[in-house]
């Protein structure tokens, strides 16, 4: 979904908006601050990964979907200077579940966790969150 815009880019989209491009998913992931940084709230994490699984289920319509850690990377959050991956994990596993999307029978979501990253999840501590 598009959403005005004043400077800079005409068109702005509402975080965790869709955009399929051969064959991926591109996602409206941050706002911009005026020095065109990046940033994000966990309010907009959470807002952003709500999004995120409607527009999923509603691209993907039944086929696998494959997604990455969103957040792992050198997103800014605003308030926190270091965001865990295991709470960023957590997250994405909460919003899946709080969006309540129908998913058609068969198919599968896979989160994908960096090698470098698995150690320091807590996996047994995710089973309570679905």
Do not use: H
Not at 1 to 6: E, K, L, N, S
Not at 48 to 54: A, H, I, R, S
């Amino acid at each position: 979904r598009q959403i005005a815009r004043a400077p800079g880019k005409p068109v702005a989209y509402e975080l965790g908006s869709i955009c399929e491009y051969d064959g991926f998913l591109l996602t409206a992931f941050s706002r911009f601050d005026a020095e065109q940084r990046a940033f994000l709230s966990t309010k907009d994490y959470i807002t952003c990964m709500l999004n995120f699984w409607q527009e999923v289920a509603r691209v993907y319509a039944g086929r696998a979907v494959v997604v990455p850690l969103m957040g792992a990377g050198i997103t800014r959050f605003i308030g926190y200077s270091n965001i865990s991956a295991q709470e960023l994990l957590e997250l994405m596993l909460y919003t899946l579940k709080l969006s309540r999307i129908a998913l058609r029978p068969g198919t599968t979501i896979t989160l994908m966790v960096r090698a470098s990253t698995r150690q320091r999840i807590n996996f047994y501590k995710l089973r309570t969150l679905l």
